[in-house]
């Protein structure tokens, strides 16, 4: 599966970072909170290091009686519940982004936000209610209230998971162009360790475990938060801390939709994820070939499988389809915070001078059927 981990860098810094970084937005600070670090840097360096957050839960059990496996966030009360655990989980990823930016942007700052879409045990919005008007919503834009004051624009919510990030970071694209704001932070938080989401997803077939059907299939349950603040290239880049200020710049994404979803009669040949790898990619049509893959399969063969069908029609842009990384096996699956973590992960890469080049692909695949790409240019540092 991977490897950013364990790939070197190639060519010239130059080389690989010729391309004007100020030409299109700019992340200028990034925070996390996950099962295997608690800020950005942490968390890099953790999967990097191939470091497993897996623990054994407190007190649930699978079919065969033993403990559910599960990837927890420590500094999280176990007890804590619905939008009040996604509000904890969010809260120091927000606050790392306030704080790794000594002068942020004096005007407002939008926020584009990815949560969970409606599951048992979730906190997600009912059906056919508006995505801002659910407790998660509502709680999440509480916290940025808090964080942001007067200062606050514009504010949505996607509450489809894992996609849900390219669609925040999207709808951001959108805010900046219009002027609506002057950054924006994209975020996405997810928690799938609810009692009875884990008793859902056992019941599913979804849960990885050697209950009575050992399902090898399924997938480590897991939380986490990721926030990134986006601005456009105006934006003085001397507001960042840092003697690079900029992590990376976003130069596109790609939406889609697919049909045949998982767990459903129908086949999947990745038409939908084919249709936001090709609309993400076209939009770098010039700019070379794609270095890196960071991505949210899981272990569930429904995942591997439309990625092999849609990496197969897209593998004239990648320098090596079957070369990504999956950081599931390190902090499992953490849903719809997946975005602005993978982003994380490929942007460190070229900070760290061990990304093979500048150009990474990112994408996501929701069980509802959105799917979501994008690629961002990260200069990669010589190495010494």
Known sequence: MHDL???????????????????????????????????????????RAGLCGFVEHDYLVDDAGEPMRVARVAS??????GPERLVALLAPALDEVLTDVRAAPRGRIGVAVALPPTRPGGPGAAPGQDPDAGPAAQAVRALCRARLGERL???????????GGFQALDQARTWLRAGQAEAVIVAGVDSYLAPLTLEWLEAEGQLH???????????VPGEAAGALLLASAAVNSASASGADPAWAELLAVGLGRETRLNKS??????EGLTQALRHALDEVATQGMIDNVVCDMNGEAYR????????????DRLRDPTDFLAPADCW?????????????????AGRKGHAKGPLSLLWGSSDGGERGAAVIRARVAQRT
């Open 5 to 47: 981990r364990k790939t070197q860098t190639s060519g010239t810094a130059d080389a690989q970072g010729a391309a004007d970084p100020g030409a299109g937005l700019r992340v200028l600070a990034i925070g996390a909170c996950t099962p295997v670090g608690g800020t950005a840097r942490a968390t890099a360096a953790a999967v």
């Open 76 to 81: 999280i009360d176990p007890e804590l519940q």
């Open 153 to 163: 624009g514009p504010f949505q919510a996607f509450p489809s998971g894992h996609a």
């Open 209 to 219: 475990g050697a209950g009575l059907t050992n399902n090898a299939y399924g997938f």
């Open 265 to 270: 009669d129908g086949v999947c040949v990745g």
């Open 304 to 315: 591997a499988d439309e990625y092999g069908f849609s990496g197969l029609r897209v593998r």
């Open 332 to 348: 499992g699956d953490v849903g719809a915070a997946g975005a602005p973590l993978h982003l994380l992960l490929a942007a460190s």
